[in-house]
């Protein structure tokens, strides 16, 4: 990894429970607070790739007794990876991918919208068939995703909506090369946007991109790490943390640091994970980093909730 920022942050995992294992294979997490509750989803089903994958939605009051507020499922389709969305009109919103097929698999993003975590309703297609809307963020009245072509191509674009729904490109091609895909959003207060952008293939490293209103033009480094289920969290005193899957050497989940201007990814913690893992949903909450994810370290695919303390 690379050298740590000026500033030197520091982590301890405090605390790890395991929180979903009621399936053969629990996956893909993302976490939020809502309405003074925890709610944390992913997807159960019988393996990684199995075409059987429903949402599970867990909640919580303090974050180590969780019940279940609701399974999302559609009829002969995969449903896979969610991700929460807080709205500006105190709804939650949840996107998800809808895979349908055997060998040649199609992919539709679709999202729900919910008051209470609880009844999520029918889901809406968004977005463009094939190409997979991975995560989004509100801004300035205005929702921003990313998404990457699944097929064909490869490519990451970025759609812009002021209703949540109606996804419309807003930079057809945000980045191509090196088979672009998963990604973290964040807006800083002064409108600036950051992207942590996943590479698979023959140039395998992320890329941390950055512009400034309207987002139009964005300008990438190269972390020079591979990642995989980037995510991204602004903490209070500005700094920028992202939760990835780590693959030098031995597989793991991790809290890292993220250097801006170096252009740096600096690891500070692994979780306790191994093999099949990653996807983490971060919070801060209560002066404490909540990180959901998932792993195999314990043999079966489970999902955990992490609480990590940073200092720095």
């Known amino acids: ?113 919910c008051a209470d975590g609880h009844d999520w309703g029918e889901p809406t297609p968004v977005g463009e068939p094939g190409v997979w809307v991975w995560r989004a963020a509100w801004h300035d009245g205005a929702l921003y995703g990313v998404g990457y072509a699944t097929r064909g191509p490869r490519f990451a674009r970025l759609y812009r909506s002021t209703d949540g729904i109606d996804l419309q490109p807003w930079v057809p091609t945000l980045f191509e090369g090196g088979y672009p895909n998963e990604s973290g959003l964040v807006f800083d207060p002064d409108g600036t946007a950051l992207c942590l952008l996943r590479r698979d293939g023959d140039d395998a490293t992320a890329q941390l991109g950055h512009a400034l209103p309207p987002y139009r033009r964005w300008s990438w480094t190269d972390l020079g790490v591979q990642v995989g289920g980037p995510t991204l969290l602004r903490l209070p005193d500005g700094r920028l943390l992202a939760g990835v899957r780590l693959l030098d050497g031995e597989v793991r989940t991790a809290v890292c640091a993220v250097d801006r201007g170096r252009g740096e990814l600096t690891e500070l913690v692994a979780l306790p994970s191994g093999g099949d893992t990653s996807y983490p949903g971060l919070v801060w909450h209560d002066d404490l980093l909540w990180v959901s994810y998932y792993s195999s370290h314990e043999g079966r695919t489970c999902v955990y909730l992490a609480e990590v303390g940073l200092a720095g």
Do not use: N, Y
């Open 1 to 113: 990894m690379t050298s740590s920022p000026t500033r030197r942050l520091t982590a301890e995992v405090t605390a790890v429970h395991r929180i979903g294992d009621s399936a053969p294979h629990s996956a893909f997490t993302d976490l939020v607070r809502h309405a003074g509750r925890w709610f944390c989803a992913f997807r159960e089903a019988g393996t990684h790739l199995s075409d059987d994958g429903v949402i599970r939605v867990l909640t919580s009051a303090d974050g180590r007794s969780w019940t279940s507020a609701a399974v999302i499922r559609q009829a002969d389709v995969d449903l896979r990876d969610p991700r929460f969305v807080r709205r500006p009109d105190g709804r939650l919103q949840l996107f998800a991918a809808a895979a349908v097929g055997q060998s040649t698999k199609t992919f539709q993003t679709l999202t729900w919208l």
